[in-house]
């Protein structure tokens, strides 16, 4: 014992006492897991997001960045994943995005105008769907994204209302001398319907118009309950119903009418109505 507790108080080899004390190679290495697995294990992603995650930098252990699958990770690490940035500078971007979708619409290469671009959600969903150019109009100052400010692809017309915007306006941006080929709008505080002949106007002849319709702006005040949700199945049905039967009369074909994927913010469910101008603008 009096060797065994010399080589124990010098290096703790040999030391039967201490044998036991010492933690075995493979008990550590049960405590380590593969990155990978314990991304999945401590859900803090699915097995498919790994990858993307992983490449965009979004994973840190103990703080650091991590972009190797393989590493090991000790169970007392700590694992994050950043969130994903956002892929429009509005929620605005996803709900057109939806809308798009639904309808089939393809935007690549056409000349658009966005009316109520405000931060300018559906401005950069319109160019990232290969949109050639954007013709940004809002009444607000300062609200357009700066990524969308310093864009060459965008015309930012601020302080100005859709409805002071002429044909002969539009005639003079480069490649809108007939019009704009897509209109899109989310307008608030006013009657999408009541514009509607204004906005299909702006529209080449064979160009679509694609405009949000948010029920609390088209129904009437008696159908809007105080805190201005319209909870109403009939009366958001009047509103779409609205809209459409506007831009008909302003000579338009209605193609089709979706909810939008998103609320509103205020909770509101809104839509979208897709109609197209005729070749022919006699019709």
Known sequence: MRWANRRCALRH??????????????????????????LVRRRLLDGTDVDAALAANRVRVNGAVVTNPSSLVAAGD???????????????????EGALEDFGLDVAHRRCIDAGSSTGGFTDCLLQHGASHVVAVDVGRAQLHNRLVTDARVTSWESRNI?????????????????ADVLVADLSFTSSARLAGHLAALVA??????????????????????????????VQDRAVRAVSDALRVAGCDVLGSVESRLPGGDGNREFFVWASRPTDRTQ
């Open 13 to 38: 080899d040999g030391c039967e006492l201490c044998r036991d004390r010492r933690p075995a190679v493979g008990f550590l290495m049960a405590q380590r897991r593969i990155l990978r697995d314990e």
């Open 163 to 179: 409805l002071d915007v002429t044909v002969a306006d539009i005639a003079v941006v480069e490649g809108y001398k007939n019009g």
């Open 78 to 96: 700590s694992v994050a994943v950043a969130d994903e940035p956002p892929r429009y500078v509005s929620r605005g971007g996803l709900k057109l």
């Open 205 to 234: 002849p064979g160009g679509s118009v694609v405009v949000m319709v948010k029920p609390q702006f088209e129904a009437e005040r008696a159908d809007v309950p105080a805190g201005g949700v319209v909870r109403d199945p009939e």
